[in-house]
């Protein structure tokens, strides 16, 4: 199975601070990299896919990029709406596996 | 506008059968390329990825669940259903339906909340 390391667990940060959240997959996953934005009760909300391709209606201060097998997504300027949970998804090839997720709060 | 509604028992007992129904509308199963997906989140956990079925009835499992995942649809009813088998405590979950295209799960359900009890 191919394991997808998400950092950090947890981070705080400011409004309009910018914010990088990284997925490392254990080996090449290509573009097949999606992020998800999670608020409490709800469903995961999809931001990017193909690594960086922004989903629909999602503000452009959101944004993917890609390092070999190392997944990026950054938030350009924090704010309040973004506290949530974030996951990366591969899905390369089956077992379709989630990063363990990043809880981001305001500081 | 592409919707999904996930529905199931609410509460079932150890050693029972998890039947779970995804309906959704704003897409076909029928239509090439498309899928629908199962993913489940303990309550305060992380994203698991269950299983996923294809228009062409092509199907993944996690294998990580062995052999008590059971994925079906019924395409004129727009409906994927995902059966669980020998259920405990660990399974106790809200379970989400996704729509698979050309951008894997772009779309959600709601999700249903499972809980597994004596």
């Known amino acids: 199975d191919i394991q997808m390391t998400q950092s950090p667990a947890s981070l705080s940060a400011s409004l309009e601070e910018i914010v990088t959240i990284t997925c490392q997959a254990s080996?090449?996953?290509?573009?097949?990299l999606s992020w998800y934005q999670q608020k409490p009760g709800k469903s995961p909300q999809l931001l990017i896919y193909?690594?960086?391709s922004l989903a629909d209606g999602v503000p452009s201060r959101f944004s993917g990029s890609r390092s070999g097998t190392q997944y990026s997504l950054k938030i350009s300027r924090l704010q309040v709406e973004d506290i949530g949970i974030y996951y990366c998804?591969?899905?390369?090839?089956?077992?379709?596996?989630f990063g363990g997720g990043t809880k981001l709060e305001l500081k | 506008q592409v919707t999904l509604k996930e529905s199931g028992p609410g509460i079932l007992q150890p050693s029972q059968t998890l039947s779970l129904t995804c309906t959704f509308s704003?897409?076909?199963?029928?239509?090439?390329?498309?899928?629908v997906g199962w993913i489940r989140q303990p309550s305060g956990k992380g994203l698991e990825w269950l299983a996923n079925?294809?228009?062409?009835?092509?199907?993944y499992y996690n294998p990580s669940l062995k052999n008590r995942l059971t994925i079906s649809k019924d395409t004129s009813n727009n409906q994927a259903f995902l059966k669980i088998t020998n259920v405990d405590t660990a399974d106790t979950a809200t379970y989400y339906c996704?729509?698979?295209?050309?951008?894997?799960?772009?779309?959600w359900g709601q999700g249903v909340m499972v809980t597994v009890s004596s």
């Open positions: 996704a729509r698979i295209g050309a951008i894997p799960t772009d779309y």
């Open positions: 704003g897409f076909s199963l029928s239509t090439y390329g498309m899928g």
């Open positions: 079925i294809w228009w062409d009835d092509d199907k």
């Open positions: 080996q090449d996953i290509g573009n097949w």
């Open positions: 193909g690594a960086t």
């Open positions: 998804l591969q899905a390369y090839s089956a077992p379709w596996t």
